[in-house]
């Protein structure tokens, strides 16, 4: 039977004062939602809402989905250390199936590297630990009698430069060249750092079930071809190591046509920065992917704000597998 795993960075969902409000955006992005017609929704940048007496929870995201065929599905995000959802940029996993052995990774696979700055001011005297900021959010969920989908959602740091003291007079504005430059880099540091946690996760499920039916995607801000994608990917013709080639991830993306292979417009730009990536055991279930992307605006141009478009700057990713015994929708 049919099963559908969808991803979608919903861009700061949240409740606001300020435009586009939440109710401006819930009629805008059901019918994307529903279009989806996922089994299993991955999504990132969900914010979290509080209420007097209460721990954070994901109040607009509970609003966003009543009354769709997503309301009343199991539903799990990544936590503080006091239990509750974060204030911004939560990962989601909205399941029509039990949702178990819920697990979340923020350098506890890989420790975080050591690094100086070496445009910051005042001058760093000793090196500090470069932490990531998003946990990865992990976890298996039974489709089908004694069929096991390991799940992984992700959003990967963003391309923009990480702060160093000193070099930013302002939010947009950079003293130096060399100091946008090494903001860049310590993103791209990030970013890679939280590729090779989601590796050494996926290496770690292939140890205990070589077999294993493993899906990654979310948000990776990174294009085919770059590092945070190949790290994750593990190619063969990068380890040369035919041993390994059970352990490929093969990104799903392959299947669809080039013209219709973007998630994100920047400067008139087609970008893939979305992306869904299955184990060999899983690809035998593939069937096709698409790419909901036809009302995606460009906000990146001048005189473009994000009160203009209630939608979010990403399109939503949808794989179609075939899984025997998966129940119907009711």
């Known amino acids: 039977m049919r099963l559908r795993i969808a991803t979608f960075n919903l861009e700061n969902l949240d ?11 819930i009629p805008v992005l059901r019918p ?17 809402q509080e209420r007097p007496g209460e721990s954070r929870q994901l109040h607009a995201l509970r609003a966003l989905l009543a009354g769709t065929p997503y309301e009343g599905f199991y539903v799990e995000h990544t936590k503080t250390t006091r239990n509750e959802a974060y204030d911004v940029r939560n990962l989601v996993i909205v399941s029509r199936f039990p949702i178990r052995d819920v697990q979340q990774f923020r350098n506890e696979l ?3 590297p050591q690094y100086r700055k070496v445009t910051a001011d005042p001058p760093e005297a000793e090196a500090d630990p470069v932490r990531v900021e998003r946990p990865i959010l992990y976890a298996q969920i039974e489709v089908a009698p004694q069929v096991i989908v390991h799940l992984i959602n992700v959003h990967l740091k963003s391309r923009r430069p990480s702060n160093v003291p000193g070099q930013q007079p302002n939010r947009y504005t950079w003293r130096s060249a060399a100091g946008w430059a090494e903001g860049y880099f310590l993103s791209s540091m990030k970013r890679v750092s939280q590729a090779l946690e989601v590796r050494v996760l996926v290496d770690r499920i292939f140890d205990d079930d070589p077999d294993a039916r493993i899906v990654v995607c979310g948000d990776f801000n990174a294009h085919p071809g770059e590092v945070p994608v190949e790290a994750i990917a593990g190619r063969i013709e990068n380890t040369n ?27 008139g730009q087609k970008r893939l920065l979305d992306h869904m990536m299955i184990s060999r055991r899983m690809l035998q279930h593939y ?25 979010s700057d990403h399109a939503p990713f949808v794989a179609e597998f075939e899984v025997a015994g998966v129940p119907s929708p009711a």
Not at 18 to 25: E, F, H, N, V, Y
Not at 32 to 48: K, M, N, S, T, Y
Not at 248 to 258: D, S
Not at 298 to 305: G, M, P, W
């Open 15 to 25: 409740e606001t004062d300020s435009a586009p409000t939440l109710a401006d955006r």
């Open 32 to 48: 994307p939602l529903e279009r989806l017609r996922a089994d299993v929704l991955c999504l990132q940048e969900i914010h979290g």
């Open 110 to 112: 890989i420790d975080p």
């Open 241 to 267: 190591n035919a041993d390994l080639i059970g352990r490929e991830l093969v990104p799903c993306e392959n299947t669809i046509p080039a013209s219709e292979r973007f998630t994100f417009l920047h400067h």
């Open 287 to 311: 069937r096709r992917s698409e790419i909901h992307n036809e009302t995606l605006h460009d906000e990146s141009i001048a005189f473009r704000y994000e009160r203009q478009f209630p939608e």
